[in-house]
């Protein structure tokens, strides 16, 4: 997570491609670069890495809070690793609207990725988090009735310690903003 004095905010979970570059720039490489990104734009062209892109993969959660009195623009970045012929990362950016609700669970969602098979938990969260999709916008209750929920089998979206999988790093971005 990093945040800077541009007014940009970003989490970022790993996501693992089947395919990764060795000669590109690690993913945690690039977002330490992020903490000098003066606007959206400027962050998106430091995940491309022209010349060299990404050597493996992540979703970001961004929001950037242009000026003092604007309403802050919230979006998701995937990105997947560049290839020997490309030398870019491959990079899909979700616009999040004022009042919607969005997750993402350490998968891709939107690129065509093969991923490394750990998916399983991921989306074992997202089954149940379609679950509550009826009710997005979520409100606070809703917030922690999803993060309290158990039902997904050996995958649940709250763990006590005892999951058979170490992975538990999620990020729930839920936005609601008032102009």
């Known amino acids: 997570m990093g945040f800077n004095e ?27 670069a992020l903490l000098c990104a003066n606007s959206l734009e400027d962050f998106i062209s430091i995940l491309r890495d022209e010349g060299t892109g990404s050597s493996d993969g992540g979703s970001l959660n961004v929001i950037y809070l242009k000026e003092k009195d604007s309403t802050p623009v919230v979006v998701n970045i995937e990105v997947a690793p560049s290839s020997t012929t490309t030398l870019s990362s491959v990079v899909n950016v979700l616009d999040i609207k004022v009042g919607d609700s969005y997750e993402h669970c350490n998968r891709y969602l939107r690129l065509d990725v093969e991923e490394q098979p750990r998916t ?23 917030i922690g009735e999803i993060l309290s929920d158990i039902t997904g089998g050996d995958y649940p979206i709250f763990r006590d310690g005892d999951a058979s999988e170490k992975d538990v790093g999620y990020t729930l971005l839920v936005c609601k903003l008032y102009s």
């Open 6 to 32: 541009h007014g940009i905010i970003h989490s970022m979970n790993t996501l693992v491609p089947n395919q990764t570059f060795q000669n590109g720039t690690p993913i945690l490489f690039l977002t330490r």
């Open 120 to 142: 399983a938990s991921s989306i074992s969260r997202h089954e149940a988090i379609e679950n509550y999709s009826k009710r997005k916008p979520y409100c606070f209750d809703t």
